[in-house]
């Protein structure tokens, strides 16, 4: 399984940006999709995730400003980033949970 991750960018605060993860096969009644995020100097944390039954969580620091979806006909889950700030500047992940498959970073770089 292969998951390409898309959408890096620079973005004032406050702008918006979306976040693909596209899966080369068909994966969602197998695994659970996550959005980890890394910034520089600290650890890798959990964004955002989705279950094999459509449930989704999110990290409280992008709880209403951030929003995981899927579309299982293209294999892609997407995490759309609202409202953002300086401190979500990060390499943005993603994850099959159920099947330990990451895909490569992808920048968001949040700056005026």
């Known amino acids: 399984v292969q998951l390409q991750a898309s959408g890096r960018g620079l973005v004032q605060p406050g702008g918006s940006l979306r976040l693909s993860c596209a899966a080369s096969i068909s994966i969602f009644s197998i695994s659970g999709v996550a959005w980890y995020r890394q910034a520089p100097g600290k650890q890798r944390e959990l964004v955002a995730a989705i279950t094999i039954t459509g449930s989704t969580n999110y990290a409280d620091s992008v709880k209403g400003r951030f929003t995981i979806s899927r579309d299982s006909a293209k294999s892609t889950v997407y995490l759309q980033l609202n409202s953002l700030k300086p401190e979500d500047t990060a390499v943005y992940y993603c994850?099959?949970?159920?099947?330990?498959?990451w895909g490569q970073g992808t920048l968001v770089t949040v700056s005026s």
């Open positions: 994850s099959a949970i159920n099947l330990g498959y």
